[in-house]
């Protein structure tokens, strides 16, 4: 895949070395009960409403038109997943995937970036177990050319034998990237599909493993083509902006001519056997930092009528704060850092899986034991009314919000009919979810969660006794290589005087921005609202002057941990009991600190809006910051460091903050350190919130399904009576301190699967003159896949997964960054290619062929952003935090085309000068330091675990 991590939700946020997103509730008025039958019986889910046609070929095509956006989608599915990899060939399909992006007869390579991300679109793919699935937005005007393009790599897929080593090369990276570099990476990825299911294809990792990775050669490539990619074996979904009749005679033009090969598609029906009894296994692998333990069980198949009952079941079990797993493991017994539960299901089979990653101090055997009690509840007693309440809420709430964009509803609609072949699947699902009872939540889980079906997963570091567990090779499977069709005669690039020439754009459909209300209450709070037209959803964002350069000295982490709290206890509820209002409504709310800003977040359907801002209220203003509640974040707070920490990418993002500005406020973790959080009080945080937390230096943006009217109505009830008491804190001065000297610091983690680079500078504020440039600039270098730095690095040498860069403008002066991962044996190199590309964007003037496919991609992010109410809520709360103009928000793609080649140039030059840069390498040293010392004889040396992320020296 191009960029897709593959993992379970509930282990994400460990899996990446970040903190786990605190999610809150809805309704201080109202009582549990009313609020879920509110919230029930008003959410309304509309149907994708697509047509279908099937052309003569086989190719099914769906279509839906939505005059309101100025975008349109256009997706492939094809019925080919990781499970039909040839034996021998595991991550096959996902290899072939990369290749896809790649040449046709008349599209030389990447062309698809080209006719995407430089026309301010964007291009992506995924691989599962069933599917293959390319998609492709945007603007409406350059839907002609995406069909073509489509039917191009369906016909005609040109591969070469360097092309192909090179994107396997790349393969290899992300597997470095996702399981070897990754602590918990092995066990998702490789461990347990390959315990839980014992004949089915599903059992091999999509991925693939190095070793069969290697084996793959290019005349796989083309018989895989032509068995796989054809007409009579993909689905075409197309939605957005569009005239109907104009739309079917392009599919027409396009589609219709491609054959379909005389060779069948390979048998893959595998049944998977019923369990004869239990399964315990324990693995190992190197730099695990807590161990994890996952129960698991084969349920249905997605067809399955059952799967409605066990994915209420899985709701109940992990959604939320104040799901079982969450309330037994981490917030009572506070023996798990993270739960979670992954219903999968999938054309053939299915499964659940139940998991925890255990506290610091705490067992495998203390996470089974708790794990298999609350399993056992589940078969022994029903659930309650309002658990099967909740469940089914935050299930339909959420299936309005994936159903916000036109590729959102795409997908929905992909989905359904990879696994069932019926487009109508997909509108089903909330009746059927609906309909689920109490007695069939119990029903399921006596059926199929027993112990004599499940398999019982303990991951954890391996030692000199227990060294590392080894993937499962040699893996049979029902497609044999010698299965699929002959290669027959292999597609060239026809010489340019030959092609066809790409269909030109048609006229452009502009993105509208809507009018933005903006007033004060009494107290001083802004409100400003962003009305939207839409699927009936509202979107709040408060946003305060406080941020993590706020943090007293040597207290790095309050303002993080100040945010976390405001859901865990108000003087009238109690966390469980915010989380269980949450919940009942749909809704979602949270709150995060940045640098310099706070923001508290509310999304949720518009009937439980209303409640939702109560409770978002009564959180900002009667926090209590009980003694326990932040003994339980610290402790939480402290096992996701312990987490990133083991992690290359992670410890350079930490600690590239120190080399560039110190001990500034700016240079300290956000989310604190293995020292500062534990000495955090209760004293602490309260007098942060008293003295930070204020209306009169406070925006509150509404968007979405809202009036102005109601917004004022809603904000004057929730937060008019708001009079803080105290004085307010004084704002921190110059937070980015004096600018340092640059540093070149490797931090030696032996064992690292990969090395983390990342170059640093100090840049911008936001409000900075250059702002526009630089951001036009850094498009160019590592703004998307077809950037500079991406082509460089990933696809000119197969160095890395990917590779990028951020302006990171702030409100003092920002954090300039770019980086990637790779191999440790090319981490030397890789540091210097990236120096190279900052380096050419201040020396030399880019050019208007350089500059306009950039341009496009800001300007067609921007109106991407717009079709969700989170993403316009956040466009208009940044204006707002750096005191700019609302106008801003329409201005923005003119303010974008102004910017001029030589204003580039002479922003790079004067605030990113490549002799300003820091290095920070983070990888197994043994394999790259002499390489980088001769080059930078100062290089600094810093062992992971003497790392001290409290000093500006890191020592």
Same mark, same amino acid.
Not at 23 to 29: Q, R, S, T, Y
Not at 30 to 39: E, G, H, K, M, R
Not at 803 to 820: C, H, M, N, P, V
Not at 830 to 848: F, N
């Given at each position: ?23 809150? #509730? ?54 080919? !997943? ?92 992300? /597997? ?85 090969? %005389? ?17 315990? =296994?324990?693995?190992? *692998? ?6 994890? =333990? ?5 349920? =249905? ?29 981490? /917030? ?16 053939? #089979? ?29 078969? @022994? ?25 036109? @590729? ?7 989905? %359904? ?98 009018? +933005? ?96 801002? #109560? ?39 930490? *600690? ?36 930070? /937390? ?41 937070? *980015? ?8 610091? =490797? ?9 983390? +680079? ?12 250059? /702002? ?52 440790? $044996? ?40 717009? $079709? ?25 793609? !003119? ?6 080649? $030589? ?27 002499? *390489? ?13 675990? $003497? ?9």
């Amino acid at each position: 895949m191009k960029f897709r991590l593959t993992a379970t939700v509930a282990a994400s946020a460990l899996l990446l070395g970040l903190a786990a997103p605190a999610f809150a #509730a809805p309704a201080a008025a109202l009582a549990p009960a009313p609020v879920a039958a509110q919230a029930q019986q008003g959410v309304v889910v509309p149907p994708l409403g697509f047509t279908k046609r099937v052309l003569p070929n086989g190719l099914e095509v769906y279509t839906a038109r939505d005059a309101d956006t100025s975008n349109v989608t256009v997706q492939v599915w094809y019925k080919v !997943g990781s499970k039909d990899d040839p034996a021998g060939r595991s991550g096959f399909a996902h290899l072939f995937e990369h290749l896809m992006f790649k040449a046709t007869k008349n599209l030389p390579p990447e062309t698809f970036d080209r006719l995407t991300e430089d026309v301010g679109g964007s291009n992506n793919a995924f691989t599962a177990d069933d599917t293959t699935a390319y998609f492709e937005t945007v603007p409406a005007n350059h839907l002609q050319r995406m069909l073509f393009a489509e039917a191009e790599r369906m016909g005609s897929l040109v591969v070469d034998e360097p092309t192909f080593v090179a994107e396997r090369d790349v393969v290899k990276e992300e /597997y470095r990237q996702r399981i070897l570099a990754n602590p918990y990476g092995r066990l998702f990825g490789l461990f347990v599909p390959e315990t839980l299911y014992q004949e089915s294809p599903y059992r091999r990792p999509g991925i693939g493993s190095i070793e069969e990775l290697n084996a793959s050669s290019l005349d796989d490539v083309l018989r895989f083509h032509a068995t796989y990619y054809r007409p009579d074996n993909a689905y075409l979904i197309v939605a957005g902006n569009f005239d109907q009749a104009q739309l079917d005679r392009w599919i027409d033009q396009y589609f219709v001519p491609l054959k379909n090969p %005389a060779t069948p598609l390979p048998t893959n029906n595998v049944a998977e056997p019923e369990p004869t009894g239990p399964r315990d =296994v324990t693995y190992y *692998a190197p730099n695990v930092p807590l161990p994890a =333990v996952v129960i698991g069980w084969p349920t =249905v198949k997605y067809a399955d009528a059952d799967r409605a009952a066990l994915t209420v079941l899985d709701g109940i079990l992990s959604t939320g704060e104040s799901s079982r797993l969450y309330r037994s493991l981490v /917030y009572d017994q506070q023996i798990a850092a993270q739960i979670g539960s992954t219903p999968d299901f999938a054309q053939q #089979a299915g499964n659940l899986t139940a998991l925890a990653i255990m506290a610091q101090g705490h067992t495998a055997d203390e996470g089974i034991a708790a794990l298999n009690a609350e399993i056992a509840k589940l078969r @022994d007693a029903p659930v309650t009314a309002a658990e099967l309440t909740e469940a089914k809420n935050e299930i339909v709430a959420d299936a309005l919000r994936n159903r916000e964009t036109v @590729d959102d509803r795409a997908s929905a609609l992909g989905f %359904a009919l990879i696994n069932t072949g019926d487009a109508a699947a997909a509108d089903r699902e909330i009746a059927q979810i609906q309909a689920v009872t109490v007695a069939d939540v119990q029903r399921v889980a006596r059926k199929y969660l027993t112990p004599q079906r499940q398999s019982t997963i303990r991951y954890l570091p391996a030692d000199e006794q227990n060294p590392p567990s080894v993937q499962k090779m040699n893996v049979d499977a029902p497609v044999k290589v010698a299965d699929l069709a002959p290669a027959g005669t292999p597609a060239v690039l026809l010489p340019e005087a030959q092609r066809t020439p790409l269909p030109q754009p048609g006229a452009e459909v502009a993105p509208a921005t809507p009018a +933005v209300a903006d007033f004060r209450l009494d107290n001083g709070l802004r409100v400003l609202v962003a009305p939207t037209d839409g699927v009936p959803l509202v979107s709040a964002r408060l946003s305060f002057d406080a941020g993590s350069s706020d943090d007293p000295a040597g207290k790095a982490g309050i303002a993080a941990m100040t945010a976390a709290l405001l859901t865990q206890g108000t003087k009238t509820k109690s966390a469980p009991e915010i989380a269980t209002e949450i919940e009942q409504l749909g809704a979602s709310i949270g709150a995060g600190a940045g640098v310099d800003f706070t923001n508290v977040y509310a999304n949720a359907p518009a009937n439980a809006f209303p409640a939702t801002v #109560a409770l978002m209220a009564d959180l900002v203003k009667n926090p209590t910051f009980a003694a326990e509640e932040l003994e339980r974040q610290q402790a939480q707070t402290l096992d996701n460091l312990r987490v990133a920490l083991s992690q290359p990418g992670s410890i350079a993002g930490q *600690a590239v903050g120190r080399v560039v500005y110190g001990d500034a406020p700016y240079g300290a973790p956000g989310s604190g350190t293995v020292q500062s959080v534990p000495v955090i009080t209760p004293a602490d945080v309260a007098a942060f919130h008293a003295a930070r /937390y204020r209306p009169s230096d406070a925006t509150l943006v509404f968007s979405g399904d809202i009036t102005p009217a109601a917004a004022r109505a809603l904000a004057q009830q929730a937060f008019g009576d708001w009079r803080p008491e105290g004085q307010a804190a004084a704002p921190v001065a110059n937070p *980015a301190g004096q600018a340092l000297a640059p540093r070149i610091v =490797v931090v030696n983690q032996p064992g690292a699967g990969q090395a983390a +680079v990342v170059a640093a500078i100090r840049g911008v504020s936001r409000t900075d003159a250059d /702002y526009f440039p630089l951001t036009l600039g850094n498009t160019l270098l590592g703004g998307g896949f077809s950037s500079r730095l991406n082509q460089e690095i990933r696809i000119k040498r197969g160095l890395s997964y990917g590779a990028g860069s951020s302006l990171g403008a702030r409100a003092d002066a920002g954090l300039f960054t770019a980086s990637t991962q790779t191999k440790n $044996e090319t981490a030397d190199e890789v540091a210097d290619l990236i120096l190279a590309e900052i380096a050419k964007l201040g020396a030399e003037t880019p050019t208007q062929a350089d500059l306009a496919p950039r341009r496009a991609t800001l300007i067609g992010g921007f109106g991407r952003s717009l $079709e969700t109410v989170d993403g316009l809520g956040a466009l208009v709360a940044n204006l707002a935090l750096y005191d700019l103009p609302m106008s801003d928000l329409a201005d923005y793609a !003119g303010r974008v085309r102004a910017v001029t080649p $030589e204003q580039v140039q002479a922003a790079f030059a004067e605030h990113l000068p490549v002799n300003r840069a820091s290095l920070v390498i983070v990888g197994d040293g043994s394999l790259f330091l002499d *390489a980088l010392r001769a080059k930078h004889p100062n290089l600094e040396v810093i062992e992971a675990s $003497e790392l001290n992320l409290n000093s500006g020296s890191l020592k």
